[in-house]
């Protein structure tokens, strides 16, 4: 029977279990993205939604138990920010287990726990026009005058003796 059972135990003791969801779980938030077994996915998975529901929220109690459940400062900022720029139009369903196969070593599920969306990507820079070099009027002739420029410089290279074609 399994009377008082709740959850999974994953053949830890109560400070051990708790301990690796809260480092899956900053995993997770940090990198955007967790290798790990589907048993720990499903585990942590839940947790992890209610988590970014209390984060939109936004009250203090919320925030406490957050807190709380991360005790990590780069994580706790991390989430909020992201709960209300990222997820701030989705109700439910911030993460999604996408499976890989099994493991080599002992079979087991492997799985990515991940969130929904993509992450936001950042605009890059548009790389400038190189600009033309002096004396020279277009990009064209910029290049054949840093070319002869190069070719002026290049020093010729001794060949090295080596120790033993020295006896």
């Known amino acids: 029977m399994k009377h008082g ?12 279990r708790r301990r690796l969801f809260m480092i899956l ?4 938030i940090g990198a955007g993205r967790v290798r790990t077994t589907l048993a720990k996915a499903k585990a942590i998975q839940a947790s992890v939604d209610k988590l970014i529901t209390k984060a939109k929220s936004g009250r203090s109690g ?22 209300k720029s990222r997820f701030g139009g989705r109700t439910s369903g911030y993460t999604r287990i996408v499976k890989l ?39 064209q002739e910029a290049e054949v005058v840093t070319e002869a420029e190069a070719a ?9 003796k080596s120790p033993k074609s020295a006896k």
């Open 152 to 160: 002026k410089t290049e020093k010729k290279v001794k060949p090295v």
């Open 5 to 16: 059972y709740f959850g999974r135990k994953l053949g830890r003791n109560k400070d051990e």
């Open 25 to 28: 779980t900053r995993s997770l």
């Open 62 to 83: 919320s925030l406490n138990k957050i807190s709380g459940e991360l005790s990590d400062v780069t994580a706790y900022k991390k989430l909020l920010e992201m709960a």
């Open 101 to 139: 196969g099994t493991r080599l070593g002992d079979a087991s599920e492997m799985v990515f726990l991940e969130f929904v969306d993509a992450a936001p990507v950042m605009e890059k820079a548009v790389p400038k026009a190189p600009k033309a070099a002096k004396g020279a009027k277009t990009v």
